[in-house]
């Protein structure tokens, strides 16, 4: 009895151990701090992290992302084959072979299959400065067939148009006046499928990115043990181990920064009155979209809380901005205060509008820690920023209006 009670004992144990661990995970919501802790479920309509012993669900929609704990993609190994899906998936594959109508790829030590309708192009070799202008000219233009690309020499492609069939490690099979020709993979940039207009695919609910640099658009992703398995908007299937799995980004469709939108309005006042034309002062003291005044990357805070960011609006005093929403946003978050080069200058008053309501308004000095902002959006048709003079001149008068988004 007491060896079977050893042996059950010893049985649990190896059990336990090759149980696969829960990864863990960063969660970044579209507002709020975000949430580090161990990924327990992840499905179409939320993920759900267990960290500090209780378990919090985040809906898909309010996520920015979720960053697995292992740092970013490594990017390409050498010999791997760029394929780009006809849903905006990109797939670095270590391996793509075609036979009957089936492409099969590698990518993370798994294999992958969809039909060759579900391929937009094939690239075998690395990208080049010299090559890369003239490829996407030729994967963007209007092609009857099948397309074949040369590279006749280090700073020239070339193309012929007929059929593609099955491609191996070696050779591609391709059909020209009726006649099937063995072309060596080897002297080809690529290949390019027919792709007749299908319509337009639904939006993904976000864009997975693993470890090799593959990008997939999906339109279902399921968290089973120690894989994620997930379909792209445009019907590939796809089971990748989570120690494979860099990021998961949810923000597509739901995130707009201000820097990548039109101002309907852009208003810039001198401190001192002047006669210089209003073209030229907008040069000097207009807004700068993801770069300071300076040049440099958004930054704010100052020593060890220094925090530096890539995307935002560096607005000088005093500037009054306008931008018209054209959907729905529910909010609108961002990380504001004085250019973090500018310790101890600056004062200045952020006031903003929603419509003709003020929704926030901060008097903010050089000497202050960065302020968040997150504020409600709902029914929002215009959206006002206005950066004024403070207790002094326009001295320094330089806020940063870090990550600046809004969110639907």
Known sequence: MVEDMSIKALLLALMLLQAPAAPSVTV???????????????????????????????????????????????????????VQLVDGSRVVASSYTVRNGTATMRVCDRGVETETRNVQWVRFKPASAAIDPQWQEIVTSKNAGDVLVFR???????????????????????????????????KLEGIIYFAPDKGELPAPIGTVHDVAGSSWKVKS??????????????????????????????SSGN???????????????????????????????????????????LAVGEGNDLRQYDRGLA??????????????????????????????????????????????????SGNDPPVPVDLDLTGVRRLKILVDFGRTSDVADQLNLCDARIIK
């Not at 820097?259 to 000097?284: A, G, K, M």
């Open 315 to 364: 607005i000088h005093s005093r500037s009054l901005l306008v931008f018209r929403l054209t959907e729905d946003y529910r909010r609108f978050s961002a990380v504001a205060g004085v250019d973090g080069q500018l310790r101890g200058w600056g004062s200045l008053e952020l006031v903003i509008f929603g419509d003709d309501t003020e929704l926030f308004r901060k008097t903010l």
């Open 255 to 297: 995130v707009t920064y201000l820097s990548d939108l039109d101002f309907e309005l852009v208003e810039c006042t001198p401190f001192i009155e002047s006669r210089i034309p209003h073209q030229r002062i907008l040069q000097l003291y207009g807004p700068r979209r993801n770069v300071s005044f300076r040049g440099t990357k």
């Open 152 to 186: 006749p020499s280090d700073t020239s492609l070339d193309q012929l148009e007929g059929l593609l069939h099955d491609v191996d490690t070696e050779v591609v099979e391709f059909e020209l006046d009726q006649q099937r020709i063995p072309v060596k993979r080897a």
């Open 28 to 82: 970044e919501p579209l507002s709020g701090p975000a949430v580090t802790g161990t990924l327990v479920a992840l499905d179409g309509q939320q993920a759900v992290v267990e960290s500090d012993g209780r378990s919090q669900a985040f809906p898909l929609r309010d996520l920015q992302s979720v960053v697995m704990g292992r740092g970013p993609a490594g990017g390409a190994a050498p010999g791997s084959a760029s």
């Open 221 to 250: 992703i399921q968290l089973q043990d120690d894989a994620l398995r997930l379909v792209t908007v445009g019907g590939t299937s796809c089971v990748l181990p989570v120690s494979a799995v860099a990021r998961l980004d949810f």
